[in-house]
């Protein structure tokens, strides 16, 4: 049978510009390729800026993403500088980052995943009734019923008696590959409302400690959050009651609206959990510390897992990291080594070579993208919630443990589930719950602190430039929403000589290396993966939106040019 091949550019409900390229034969893919297409250049802004600004500029690499570049330069220039912050300001850092999470991983599920598995068209078979019996089956949710379900159904009903779907148009409605009964599309799309509107609550958080969202402020040496419970124009005794109901309301959303429905529409796809793994190897920062310099103080604990093997966790050395450019759009000096440069020596030289076919990639055309192709010691690896909860499962995390069997016990699979688009997904789900349920605790350290006159959240320690070495460099690291973040950071005479970035969608969205070894996005859609329709490629949206691309953090600059809004193409 002769390859078909299919070309989906851009790739939707992602940030920035991802253009995803298979060849598939007897309704499976053989080979992929991804691209990032805009090219990528904040690092090269912020050379020769004051360290102490540098978080205002990196946060703008992506406003989906707020909060997280601004934390990891933080955090770079103050392990640069050898700044300690205050107990309070790293528990403000811990409620603002991990609101963070759990409204992205809401709004991913939601508004950029959930119509992969959702067939929103089907929702208007549904019987209401039946649909709220099911719900309230799996959860206490107070909207579970009958009425708020029909009211949902007459609501897109309306949308479509229009001839239009408005939000819900232009998508693959009626493919084979949706499994989902009518009532259960019905949950998934009122669910998908509900949670449209509840984000405005949860940012809220962000407004109290950081002034506004996107883009919070922050500050070297701590958090531009003053506490004063007496006082009008400070965290007060009335701001920490409206960030406790906040707390309390998200949490909510997640146990009993996130967490039941993912399982719910898990146990359709079971066949899911043996599609779309990839990459075996697995990399985590750590993220949630007490003490940032204490890595054993973090939640979620650096480590590596290698070969899917769950037995074992390895340190991680930062040291490792190395970025490759073999099919890049950039150049590097000609000594640099063949497996590429540590960041600290890191070159952003961009030389674009122009629009090449990937599949004639082994023909020697072999520069296809903007995104850089990070290793460690040589291998490719998977960064993100999956990361997460496979490097804690092996590390002994006994919370990640528990809900990783509350998962499994439910589905009725093994660990080896997890490593798979369905696996990907859920565990997203499975750290999304643990954080609500800490930051209840961050909170309540937060407000005995306050209680015993600890209120400072900032230090002045090295605040002057005067007092800084004349040469210093830090690495910024960061375990966000989409996996591994680290900033790299060098300062000569108080302003940043080099500056890059290794964001998570550039260890998921890498291309090939010096070895051929694809990245984590190519590999999974090589990995038993289906392709049902070409010229409807819904699997491929299912396991790339697993990974909830940033396209914008790899790249950080659009493409002003003006390119076609959507296509695929078949061959």
Same mark, same amino acid.
């Given at each position: 049978?002769?390859?078909?091949?299919?070309?989906?550019?851009?790739?939707?409900?992602?940030?920035?510009?991802?253009? @995803?390229?298979?060849?598939?034969?007897?309704?499976?893919?053989?080979?992929?390729?991804?691209?990032?297409?805009?090219?990528?250049?904040?690092?090269?802004?912020?050379?020769?800026?004051?360290?102490?600004?540098?978080?205002?500029?990196?946060?703008?690499?992506?406003?989906?993403?707020?909060?997280?570049?601004?934390?990891?330069?933080? $955090?770079?220039?103050?392990?640069?500088?050898?700044?300690?912050?205050?107990?309070?300001?790293?528990?403000?850092?811990? %409620?603002?980052?991990?609101?963070?999470?759990?409204?992205?991983?809401?709004?991913?599920?939601?508004?950029?995943?959930?119509?992969?598995?959702?067939?929103?068209?089907?929702?208007?078979?549904?019987? &209401?009734?039946?649909?709220?019996?099911?719900?309230?089956?799996?959860?206490?949710?107070?909207?579970?019923?009958?009425?708020?379900?029909?009211?949902?159904?007459?609501?897109?009903?309306?949308?479509?008696?229009?001839?239009?779907?408005?939000?819900?148009?232009?998508?693959?409605?009626?493919?084979?590959?949706?499994?989902?009964?009518?009532?259960?599309?019905?949950?998934?799309?009122?669910?998908?409302?509900?949670?449209?509107?509840?984000?405005?609550?949860?940012? $809220?958080?962000?407004?109290?400690?950081?002034?506004?969202? &996107?883009?919070?402020?922050?500050?070297?040496?701590?958090?531009?959050?003053?506490?004063?419970?007496?006082?009008?124009?400070?965290?007060?005794?009335?701001?920490?009651?409206?960030?406790?109901?906040?707390?309390?309301?998200?949490?909510?959303?997640?146990?009993?609206?996130?967490?039941?429905?993912?399982?719910?529409?898990?146990?359709?796809?079971?066949?899911?959990?043996?599609?779309?793994?990839?990459?075996?190897?697995?990399?985590?920062?750590?993220?949630?510390?007490?003490? @940032?310099?204490?890595?054993?103080?973090?939640?979620?604990?650096?480590?590596?897992?290698?070969?899917?093997?769950?037995?074992?966790?390895? &340190?991680?050395?930062?040291?490792?990291? $190395?970025?490759?450019?073999?099919?890049?759009?950039?150049?590097?000096?000609?000594?640099?080594?063949?497996?590429?440069?540590?960041?600290?020596?890191?070159?952003?030289?961009?030389?674009?070579?122009?629009?090449?076919?990937?599949?004639?990639?082994?023909?020697? %055309?072999?520069?296809?993208?903007?995104?850089?192709?990070?290793?460690?010691?040589?291998?490719?690896?998977?960064?993100?919630?999956?990361?997460?909860?496979?490097?804690?499962?092996?590390?002994?995390?006994?919370?990640?443990?528990?809900?990783?069997?509350?998962?499994?016990?439910?589905?009725?699979?093994? &660990?080896?589930?997890?490593?798979?688009?369905?696996?990907?997904? %859920?565990?997203?789900?499975?750290?999304?719950?643990?954080?609500?349920?800490?930051?209840?605790?961050?909170?309540?350290?937060?407000?005995?602190?306050?209680?015993?006159?600890?209120?400072?959240?900032?230090?002045?320690?090295?605040?002057?430039?005067?007092?800084?070495?004349?040469?210093?460099?830090?690495?910024? $690291?960061?375990?966000?929403?989409?996996?591994?973040?680290?900033?790299?950071?060098?300062?000569?005479?108080?302003?940043?000589?080099?500056?890059?970035?290794?964001?998570?969608?550039?260890?998921?969205?890498?291309?090939?290396?010096?070895?051929?070894?694809?990245?984590?996005?190519?590999?999974?859609?090589?990995?038993?993966?289906? %392709?049902?329709?070409?010229?409807?490629?819904?699997?491929?949206?299912?396991?790339?939106?697993?990974?909830?691309?940033?396209?914008?953090?790899?790249?950080?600059?659009?493409?002003?040019?003006?390119?076609?809004?959507?296509?695929?193409?078949?061959?």
């Amino acid at each position: 049978m002769a390859v078909t091949k299919v070309v989906v550019d851009p790739v939707t409900r992602i940030e920035g510009h991802l253009r @995803i390229e298979v060849a598939a034969e007897n309704g499976r893919i053989q080979n992929a390729w991804a691209t990032a297409s805009a090219f990528r250049g904040i690092e090269l802004v912020l050379q020769g800026r004051d360290p102490r600004d540098g978080w205002a500029f990196a946060q703008r690499i992506c406003g989906v993403c707020t909060t997280v570049h601004a934390i990891a330069s933080i $955090r770079a220039v103050e392990d640069a500088l050898d700044i300690t912050i205050p107990p309070c300001a790293n528990l403000i850092r811990n %409620l603002v980052t991990g609101m963070q999470f759990v409204h992205d991983h809401v709004m991913h599920f939601y508004h950029l995943h959930a119509l992969d598995w959702v067939d929103v068209v089907s929702a208007l078979k549904a019987d &209401p009734e039946a649909a709220g019996k099911i719900a309230a089956s799996i959860s206490p949710w107070p909207s579970n019923s009958g009425q708020y379900f029909k009211a949902v159904q007459e609501r897109l009903a309306k949308f479509a008696g229009s001839g239009q779907l408005g939000i819900f148009a232009n998508g693959y409605w009626g493919h084979p590959a949706y499994k989902l009964p009518p009532e259960v599309n019905l949950i998934g799309v009122a669910h998908y409302l509900e949670t449209l509107d509840w984000q405005r609550d949860a940012v $809220r958080l962000h407004t109290v400690f950081g002034g506004k969202n &996107p883009h919070p402020n922050f500050l070297v040496g701590g958090m531009a959050s003053a506490i004063n419970v007496d006082a009008r124009a400070t965290i007060n005794g009335a701001r920490i009651a409206e960030l406790k109901d906040i707390i309390a309301r998200a949490r909510a959303i997640v146990e009993q609206v996130y967490w039941p429905d993912l399982l719910a529409i898990a146990s359709f796809y079971p066949e899911w959990t043996k599609i779309g793994g990839g990459v075996p190897n697995y990399l985590c920062y750590g993220e949630f510390p007490v003490d @940032i310099k204490d890595t054993d103080s973090y939640y979620f604990k650096p480590g590596v897992v290698l070969g899917n093997d769950i037995s074992k966790a390895y &340190p991680f050395d930062e040291e490792l990291v $190395r970025e490759q450019v073999t099919a890049s759009w950039y150049d590097y000096p000609a000594d640099a080594p063949a497996e590429g440069l540590h960041p600290y020596k890191g070159e952003t030289m961009p030389k674009y070579t122009g629009p090449q076919p990937p599949w004639e990639f082994l023909q020697g %055309l072999d520069k296809y993208t903007w995104m850089k192709a990070p290793r460690y010691e040589g291998r490719p690896m998977q960064v993100g919630p999956l990361a997460r909860i496979v490097v804690g499962y092996a590390q002994g995390h006994k919370d990640i443990q528990a809900i990783a069997k509350q998962a499994m016990d439910t589905l009725k699979v093994g &660990p080896s589930a997890l490593f798979s688009t369905a696996g990907r997904t %859920l565990a997203r789900g499975m750290e999304t719950v643990l954080i609500a349920r800490q930051m209840d605790k961050w909170m309540d350290q937060l407000i005995e602190r306050i209680a015993n006159g600890d209120v400072a959240t900032f230090t002045r320690d090295k605040w002057d430039p005067s007092t800084w070495p004349a040469k210093a460099q830090g690495f910024g $690291r960061a375990d966000v929403p989409r996996g591994a973040l680290g900033h790299w950071v060098q300062i000569e005479n108080g302003k940043f000589t080099r500056y890059q970035c290794v964001v998570p969608s550039t260890w998921n969205c890498s291309p090939r290396d010096d070895k051929g070894q694809t990245g984590p996005y190519e590999a999974a859609l090589m990995d038993n993966h289906p %392709l049902a329709k070409a010229d409807q490629p819904l699997e491929i949206i299912r396991t790339i939106h697993s990974f909830d691309p940033c396209l914008a953090c790899g790249v950080h600059v659009l493409d002003m040019e003006g390119n076609p809004i959507s296509e695929v193409k078949v061959q």
